[in-house]
């Protein structure tokens, strides 16, 4: 029971982060320095990045018309445009994906501890502040995600990359990318959730691929838990997802550069001072 209820805690942060530019995978990380599975190394590893698919589960659901080129009420131009939206999805992740298969043993042996994290941390946040403050006051070129072309989503997926160092944040270097390049902040927000669909789901297949090839099997708990923390992802990045879309039509993200910054100070400070 203790094991499903810290698997409960991982997915609520999981469906918080994934969303917001502050980085799931260095929050999980953070995570699992105070809370420890009691589960194999190999399957902990592969826990948090497949408990992901209950995020994207969430963007599916939200999304689904948008992103469905099959639904009846859509005139031919309209289905035309979801077509392209998802090749333009597509040509995005090609960047990131190329770079985090080629060295995502490598990062997961020399990049995935609190030292890296706190400092992407607060890189990135003081980023997210001055692009906001040059930003102030211009009309995006870009108002609406339909208006993307492969440039911008090239360049986007170019940005993505940036990503595959933890503490960076997945949402937060494509958002980060899209403003820069001239996107609006809600559709950088939305091409960045689309993006996260193929990553996610390759991401996923990849961890699943080395877990069951290192010949480590399932234990009937750690099921369990893989499954209640998909679960608690999904319905906590429901909320977050429709909470972040009303709240970007309204406010820059500042005040997660802010959040950012306090967070990796006070990592930084942990790891040196009190963690001995």
Not at 9 to 26: A, K, R
Not at 27 to 40: A, D, F, G, Y
């Amino acid at each position: 029971m203790i094991e499903i209820l810290k698997s409960i805690l991982f997915g609520i942060v999981e469906g918080v982060t994934e969303w917001l530019p502050i980085s799931s995978t260095g929050h999980l990380i953070l995570l699992n320095e105070l809370v420890r599975l009691n589960v194999s190394e190999e399957f902990r590893s592969m826990f948090d990045v497949v408990i992901q698919l209950g995020a994207i589960l969430a963007v599916v659901v939200l999304f689904f018309h948008k992103l469905n080129p099959f639904a009846r009420d859509k005139s031919p131009k309209q289905r035309a445009g979801t077509w392209k939206l998802w090749g333009l999805v597509v040509l995005s992740i090609l960047p990131s994906g190329v770079v985090g298969v080629l060295f995502d043993d490598w990062m997961d042996a020399h990049l995935h501890n609190a030292w890296v994290v706190s400092l992407a941390l607060i890189v990135y946040g003081v980023a997210f502040i001055a692009v906001e403050r040059r930003n102030q006051g211009l009309t995006p070129k870009v108002a609406s995600v339909w208006d993307v072309d492969w440039k911008t989503a090239l360049a986007i997926g170019a940005f993505q990359c940036l990503s595959l160092v933890p503490g960076t944040s997945r949402s937060g270097s494509t958002i980060l990318g899209g403003i820069l390049l001239g996107v609006s902040r809600g559709a950088a927000a939305e091409f960045s959730f689309f993006m996260a669909i193929p990553t996610m789901l390759g991401a996923s297949a990849i961890k699943l691929l080395k877990f069951f090839m290192s010949g480590v099997g399932f234990a009937g708990q750690e099921v369990g838990i893989l499954l209640v923390g998909c679960l608690v992802s999904f319905l906590v990045s429901i909320l977050v997802i429709r909470g972040l879309m009303e709240y970007v039509r309204k406010h820059s993200f500042s005040a997660f550069g802010v959040y950012r910054i306090l967070l990796g100070a006070a990592v930084l400070l942990y790891f040196a001072f009190l963690k001995q």
